[in-house]
């Protein structure tokens, strides 16, 4: 059989040596990478107000948290199922192809919340467009662990990690811009023009219509880069060759047979614990330090401004260690730079929370040092797609991480239960013992072997 895949590119040791070919695969990821921050975060910069307006209730009403709560495990869900399909499609169809469909799928289902008339219309989008999401994490992880040397690996991890935080400030910056426009637009002061009059018309279609609608257009603008994805980005060497010389192409049930059932399930194992230990996090952390600003008077206005201010300090903290894990895999490995790291995101967090701590020590010092530590999700970026064959390299990585989302939306409502109510402080030292595991079995993880 004649092949028309080129030779194999030799291993680049410097940035003027990255070809044309690598460029674009890397720009591509990149992007998908940051979209995925922006289309991640809008829901949950406006999640109250609208799921408030498309109950037509008051703060109080319990349906607004529990309506808002199902919206969001609906994403987790689908975030989740995305990987295992999408991964799929990324071995069977080719890394460039699936990538294009899954941005194409998130930022068309994101700009279709912008219509949503009813609660579970906007969950049904979110759940679509988390497909997107969960299945561009594989495709993109596999695309360049495929192109880019392995020696850069760890610098790459922490790129591509960066741009999903840098995804989710870009969000929460332009919703901080633009809400306060668009609720001038839509109050009945609203200057004249054809903007305020486009809306008026809007509603008389669109009864449920408001602000925070508008701010999930900002998630189309993602589809114009599927054009240029398959214009520019072609298939990696690796994948076309594994298609042309494989007559029997693997299966899902391959993930558990053989050698690779050991690697599916010990990978599985501490995506899950992990995830789900920084998720509670995530969810919690935020609660924690508001009741703290609340129970000690501070006004609501402010008490809103505190709490941003530290969810961007943690997010910019969180890129500088992207970063040091990078280094750390570089000294040390994969295996053992992510064993270092749960341990030190393991006493980072039970360190903020094992005993009551104030607003600005919390805030300033133990949420960032979290966050920090937190840049160890990047090393599974280029970590996990290499341990599995080719042809089931975007399968395999897909599984196994996002599989840590299922596992969080459970972690969620069981240490819900167990922690007394209001009282997140335990709570989210409870969800500190899931990094601790993650951390011991992580030493059970394999070694980064097998070559692309």
């Keep these: 059989m004649t092949s028309s895949v080129p030779p194999p590119t030799p291993d680049a040791t410097r940035l003027s ?21 922006l289309e991640l975060h809008l829901y949950t910069l406006v999640a109250g107000p609208l799921v408030l307006h498309l109950l037509a209730t008051t703060a109080s009403d319990p349906q607004v948290k529990q309506k808002s709560a199902y919206i969001q495990a609906a994403f987790l869900i689908g975030w989740a199922l995305g990987g295992a399909f999408f991964g799929r499609l990324g071995d069977r169809l080719g890394r460039s192809r699936t990538l294009a469909l899954t941005v194409l799928t998130y ?68 919703v901080w811009l633009l809400m306060p426009w668009l609720q001038q637009l839509f109050s009945e ?8 009059g486009l809306i008026l018309s809007a509603q008389s279609h669109l009864p449920h219509l408001s602000p925070e609608h508008l701010v999930f257009l900002i998630g189309v603008f993602p589809a114009l880069l599927v054009y240029w994805i398959r214009r520019q980005v072609p298939e990696p060497e690796a994948w076309q060759k594994a298609q042309n010389e494989t007559a029997r192409k693997p299966g899902i049930r391959d993930l558990f047979r053989g050698e690779v059932a050991s690697i599916t399930i ?31 008077g501070t006004p609501s206005g402010e008490t809103t401004r505190q709490v941003t201010a530290a969810f961007f300090a943690m997010i910019a903290v969180s890129i500088v260690g992207n970063y040091f ?53 990047g090393l599974f ?60 079995w992580a030493f059970w993880l394999p070694e980064e072997t097998r070559e692309t």
């Design 266 to 296: 010990r990978t599985m194992a501490v995506c899950a614990l992990s995830l789900s230990a920084w998720w509670l996090f995530i969810f919690w952390q935020a609660q924690h330090v508001r009741k703290i600003l609340v129970d000690t």
């Design 325 to 377: 894990a990078g280094w750390l895999a570089k000294l040390m490995g994969n295996r053992r730079a992510i064993m270092v790291m749960f341990w030190a995101l393991f006493a980072s967090m039970a360190g903020a929370f094992i005993v009551p701590r104030g607003f600005g020590e919390l805030a300033w010092f133990w949420i960032p040092l979290v966050g920090f530590f937190s840049g160890v999700f």
């Design 17 to 37: 040596e990255i070809t044309p070919r690598q460029w674009k695969s890397g720009i591509a990821a990149w992007l998908g990478w940051f979209f995925d921050g």
């Design 107 to 174: 930022a068309l289902c994101t700009g279709l919340c912008a219509f949503a008339q009813t609660w579970w219309q906007l969950m049904i989008f979110r759940f679509i467009a988390a497909i997107g999401i969960g299945g561009e994490w594989a495709v993109g992880a596999s695309l360049l662990s495929e192109t880019w040397p392995k020696a850069w690996r760890p610098w790459i991890a922490a790129v591509l990690q960066s741009g999903v935080n840098l995804g989710i400030l870009f969000a929460a910056a332009v």
């Design 381 to 440: 970026t280029m970590y996990l797609p290499p341990l599995f064959p080719v042809l089931l390299r975007t399968t395999g990585a897909g599984f196994c991480y996002n599989i840590g989302r299922i596992a969080a939306a459970v972690a969620s409502i069981v240490f819900g239960w167990l922690a007394p109510v209001g009282d997140f402080r335990t709570a989210l030292l409870y969800s500190s013992a899931l990094a601790l595991a993650a951390a011991i």
């Design 189 to 196: 002061s609203g200057h004249p023009g054809w903007l305020h």
